[in-house]
């Protein structure tokens, strides 16, 4: 008999990065995070990302900004997260934005693998200007799948 795999509902939204995001610089990465985000417990296999920037003057190009995920491989001792020279791995997130705008901007990234750790997260502004004072987030959802 054939196996189908469905996609369970994901968790309710949660904010991973707020503060940290409060008026941060062009080309400057956030501190990282203060949110533990616990993945030994219900062993998620993807993670759904969604920046909301409040306000943003993006910039011409290409403006983007970039999340990695930081780990714990024993649950209190966090390897080293990237600084402004953005590190040796690629970010996790990419999330483009629309270049050379006066708006909100909403945007999801969804499917990231995950593995069964501790993580924080740290954001990279790459937008063309500053990050609004307050209202900017990255909230994330993780979700699995079943056979059915």
């Not at 993006?58 to 997260?81: I, K, L, M, Q, R």
């Not at 600084?83 to 040796?88: E, K, S, V």
């Amino acid at each position: 008999m054939a196996t189908t795999f469905k996609w369970v509902a994901g968790e309710t939204p949660a904010t991973a990065l707020s503060t940290e995001l409060n008026g941060l610089s062009n080309d400057t990465m956030s501190s990282l995070g203060s949110t533990e985000i616990d993945n030994t417990v219900g062993l998620y296999r993807w993670i759904d990302l969604e920046l909301y920037l409040s306000s943003i003057t993006t910039g011409s190009g290409s403006p983007y900004c970039a999340v990695w995920f930081v780990y714990s491989h024993d649950g209190t001792n966090y390897e080293d997260a990237p600084n402004n020279t953005l590190g040796d791995k690629p970010p996790d997130a990419i999330f483009n934005l629309i270049p050379s705008v006066t708006q909100a901007q909403k945007k999801v990234v969804a499917n990231i693998p995950i593995p069964p750790l501790k993580f924080k997260m740290i954001l990279f502004n790459a937008s063309g200007s500053a990050l609004a004072a307050s209202g900017n987030t990255v909230k994330y959802s993780r979700h699995y799948e079943q056979s059915v």
